[in-house]
Nanobody, 122 residues
Framework: EVHVVESGGGLVQAGGSLRLSCKASAFTFDDIAVGWSRQAPGKEREGVSCISSSDGTTSYADSVKGRFTISRDNAKNAVYLQMNSLKPEDTAVYYC???????????????WGQGTQVTVSS
């Protein structure tokens, strides 16, 4: 059974930074794709960023380009989402998905965590 855990969320002021972590059991991280999505109250879940398994290609939603950076640490079996210059509209529950999917095929068919809350105050 795959167990995916997100961490690193919290409350931050606009302009601040947070780093989210995603760890999963039963996978070797360099073999899989990992994606981050988010869901704000009353809104649909949207893909935020993804890192592919093949060559580590990264992708970002237009709303976070230049502010968020996704990276992986295969030795720690972890993927991180560094979020800088946070805005109140970034407030959402952030979810991590891991699996054998293509980053371009959203919604990703993988294993999902329970999410971590990010709240950005103005």
């Amino acid at each position: 059974e795959v167990h995916v855990v997100e961490s690193g969320g919290g409350l931050v002021q606009a302009g601040g930074s947070l780093r989210l972590s995603c760890k999963a059991s039963a996978f070797t991280f360099d073999d899989i794709a990992v994606g981050w999505s988010r869901q704000a109250p009353g809104k649909e879940r949207e893909g935020v960023s993804c890192i592919s398994s093949s060559d580590g290609t990264t992708s970002y939603a237009d709303s976070v380009k230049g502010r968020f950076t996704i990276s992986r640490d295969n030795a720690k079996n972890a993927v991180y989402l560094q979020m800088n210059s946070l805005k109140p509209e970034d407030t959402a529950v952030y979810y991590c998905a891991v699996g054998f999917f293509s980053c371009s095929d959203y919604p990703w068919l993988g294993s999902w965590g329970q999410g971590t809350q990010v709240t950005v105050s103005s």
